[in-house]
Each structure stands twice: as C-alpha cells, then as structure tokens.
C-alpha cells in the first residue's frame, strides 16, 4: 500500500498571494470519497526553502509516471469489519491492494494510523501499527514527535548457516522495527502542481528506523549471528533515516495534500506524488442495505438482489485476489453459476458503468 502521509486536507484559496493559513480536521477527505494520485519516480525537483511566504512552482519539472488511487470508508463496510481496531472511524483501500485495509482515526486532535487488516490466504490478520500522520490544527511552527514500535514479524527458514558445524540450526528469524518520527511545519505559502496553485502549509517529517534480526536457534531468540548475517545478506541492526515533506491546502478542492516528496538528508529527491484531481465519490457510494447475495454459504450458484439501479457489473476475486469472474448486473436480481469455484472465501466488488467500486463483501462457498 502507499506512503501513509497522503491523507489530508483545506480550507481556502486565493488567486494571488497567500497568507498562513490553518488545517483542522474539518479539512480532511470523509469516507466514501476517492483521491487519485500521480507519480514521478524519476524527478528532477528539490524540495525548495523553509521559512514564510515561499513560492514552489511544480507545475513544468515533474513527470507522471504512474497513477493510482486510495479509496475511503467507513470501517464497518469493509470485509474485515469494524472489529480489529474500534478506534477507527475512517478506512483506506488502495487500488492494488484487494485484501489489505488501513484503519485510522481522525479527531480534533489529528489523523492516526491504528493499523492494518490483510488476508493471508486463509484468514484475516492485523498489523498493528500506531502512527500520527498529522496533528490537529496543524499551522506554521506546529510540531510533534513520538516513538513508533510495531508488532514483531517472524519468518520460518530452516536453514544451518555452516551445515553441521558449531552453529546452531536456525529455525526462525524475526524483524524488530523501532522508530523515532519528529515532524514540523516549516514552511508556509504558494505551491503550484500540474492540478493548480494552491495556498499550503509545509510539514517536514523524519524518521529514524532501528531495524533489528533475531534469530531463533534451540528454543531462544538471539541475535542474528555473523554467519547467518552472511548467508542472508543482512546486518542484525540497520539504521535508516526517511524524509519526506509534504504540502497541505487548505483549498476545498483538495482535502488531500496536494504534493509529497521523499528525499535523503542533503535534499535528492527520491519520488514525488501529487493529487491529480478534486477527491470524488466512488468507493462504497452504496450502502449495504441496498444489496442482498444469497445463500451465504453457497453451493451451487448465489443470487445478488439490488434496489441500487446504478449497479452494472458484480466482480469476483479469490482470497488472493485473482479476477475469479466477472457477471453483468442488468436487472434487480443476477444469479451467478458457481458450480467451477472451488470451497473457500470470495469477495466481490459490484461497480457501475463508470467502472467505480460502488461497494465491497465477501461469501462462501461450501459444498
């Protein structure tokens, strides 16, 4: 899924100069709005000065290379449910990323990653990951800082690193992941996209990642050895350090920001993402009381029943996200032949005929 900073916000715009401006809560994309976003991977742009009444002029020096979009929910519609994080009253879905959700929170205070739910193939599992993204109200000299620790991932190898010699028979390595995030807006003014010149504020954010091995070898975590250093590639510490900057508008066309880039400490722009045009309404734009799909479990077909009239096409994928079949929707009940699915999950997307995901679940088949 993409940079976690590309959530946000506005307020107004001008058509000259500019003036400090304040982002709230109020600013930010809501549930069941689409943001798309382009980028250049290869730029040739600098990040350009701190301080007040800046000018950053985008609008010749980035390239499109890619484009994608991140969808925004409400938790309780989505496969997974509400229930891995209660905290969470937004939700994020990416346009590659059929089986993972982000959950977050925004308040009064700011916008928070709790985590993310992802299937694995045969159930749903949290990664859990708190973060602040931003905080509320957000203007020039505005600051925070704080330490980031996720849940420890374990991979089983199997592997003796000197075959049969003293070492130990490594049975599992685990990454550890620690990191110090400080964020301040340093800068304020007039930043012009290929999308247009808006009025932002410029939050500056680094970020420290401690990344630390572990072996598990006779019962007993333990740091990764210089063997298995070796035979892996990898150093049982890795310190590594992100920066990205990230401008916001407070113009009501955006509530999103409006250009991200990450660079190295002397100012080398890595990549650069911008907003490629006003949020609008997709994903999830009908509820669920509108749909009906019957039996669940099923066996030998499945019946999908809508009063939505703009439902067009029903998408189905299995638990690892392969197109599985694809049904016209053309009337208010479709009956889909499922005497070639194999027992298991599927979700499916029904979409209208502008190809936008109207709405996500899930149902089983059984036989």
Do not use: C
Not at 74 to 85: A, D, N
Not at 328 to 355: H, I, P, Q
Not at 361 to 367: A, G
Request: negative net charge.
């Amino acid at each position: 899924m993409k940079s976690l900073l590309l959530f946000a916000s506005a307020l107004f715009v001008g058509s000259t100069s500019y003036g400090q401006i304040t982002i709230t809560d109020a600013n930010l994309v809501d549930a069941f709005e689409v943001v798309t976003q382009a980028h250049d991977t290869v730029p040739s742009a600098t990040i350009g000065s701190a301080g007040a009444a800046q000018t950053w002029n985008y609008s010749a020096n980035v390239v499109e290379h890619t484009l994608d979009s991140m969808s925004f929910s409400t938790p309780g519609v989505l496969p997974p449910g509400s229930g891995y994080y209660p905290g969470a009253n937004i939700a994020a879905y990416g346009e590659l990323s059929n089986n993972a959700f982000l959950y977050l929170k925004k308040d009064a205070t700011g916008l928070f990653m709790l985590g993310q739910v992802y299937w694995d193939g045969a159930a749903w599992k949290k990664y859990n990951r708190a973060e602040t993204i931003v905080t509320f109200p957000s203007t020039m000299g505005t600051s925070f800082s704080e330490v980031i620790t996720m849940d420890p991932m374990a991979f089983f190898v199997g592997f003796d690193p000197d075959a049969g010699g003293p070492h130990g028979f490594v049975d599992s390595i685990r990454y550890d992941q620690y990191t110090e995030v400080t964020s301040i807006v340093d800068a304020w003014g007039d930043i012009t996209t290929p999308m247009g010149t808006f009025a932002s504020i410029r939050q500056n954010k680094t970020s420290v990642n401690i990344d630390s091995l572990f072996q598990f070898v006779s019962g007993v975590w333990e740091p990764l050895s210089p063997e298995m250093e070796q035979a892996i590639s990898q150093s049982a510490v890795q310190v590594k350090t992100d920066y990205n900057v990230t401008w916001w508008s407070n113009d009501p066309s955006a509530r999103f920001p409006v250009m991200e880039m990450s660079h190295d400490n002397a100012g080398t722009v890595y990549t650069v993402t911008w907003l490629k045009e006003s949020p609008s309404a997709g994903l999830y734009s009908m509820s669920a009381n509108e749909v009906s799909v019957y039996p669940n479990p099923a066996q030998v077909s499945i019946v999908v029943e809508t009063t939505n009239e703009n439902v067009t096409e029903m998408v189905i994928y299995s638990n690892t996200g392969a197109v599985v079949s694809s049904v016209d929707v053309s009337s208010t009940k479709t009956v889909v032949n499922l005497t070639s699915f194999e027992n298991g999950v599927y979700f499916y997307e029904l979409r209208n005929a502008s190809d936008e995901v109207m709405l996500i679940d899930k149902f089983i088949v059984q036989k």
